[in-house]
Nanobody, 123 residues
C-alpha cells in the first residue's frame, strides 16, 4: 500500500517562509516522480514543483520559480518543498503526489496522493 503524508503547513506573513515535507511509503526503490500541487478555494489545482526520485531532476511552475525549491535527501524520503518569499496568492491546500507522469506538473497523471496541508499567507 502506497501512503503519502504531508506536514509543515501553517499560517505565515507575506514574505515569510515555510517548509513542507512529504513522507512516502510503499513504493520501494523504483524510480518515480513526486509532485507538489496546490488548490485554492474556487481555483483549479496547480502543479507547483516536481522531482524525480532517481536523478533529482526538477520542474517548477513559473509562478513559484525562484521562490520555491523541491528537494529530497539521499534516502529519497522525505521530499521537501521550501517556500520562500511567500505571497498571499500562495494560500492553498498543498498536496504531494507520486507516480509516473509524462507531464510532471499535470496532476491527472499521478497515481497516489496525500491528504494535503493548509498554507495560509497573510498580507
Amino acid at each position: 500500500q502506497v501512503v503519502l503524508v504531508e506536514s509543515g503547513g501553517g499560517l505565515v506573513q507575506a514574505g515569510g517562509t515555510l517548509r513542507l515535507a512529504c513522507v512516502i511509503s510503499g513504493l520501494g526503490s523504483i524510480s518515480y516522480e513526486i509532485g507538489w500541487f496546490r488548490q485554492a478555494p474556487g481555483k483549479e489545482r496547480e502543479g507547483v514543483a516536481s522531482i524525480k526520485s532517481s536523478d533529482g531532476f526538477t520542474h517548477y511552475a513559473n509562478s513559484v520559480k525562484g521562490r520555491f525549491t523541491i528537494s529530497r535527501d539521499n534516502a529519497k524520503n522525505p521530499v521537501y518543498l521550501q517556500m520562500n518569499s511567500l505571497k498571499p496568492e500562495d494560500t492553498a491546500v498543498y498536496s504531494c503526489a507520486s507516480g509516473w507522469p509524462t507531464l510532471p506538473l499535470l496532476g491527472d497523471e499521478y497515481d497516489y496522493w496525500g491528504q494535503g496541508t493548509q498554507v495560509t499567507v497573510s498580507s
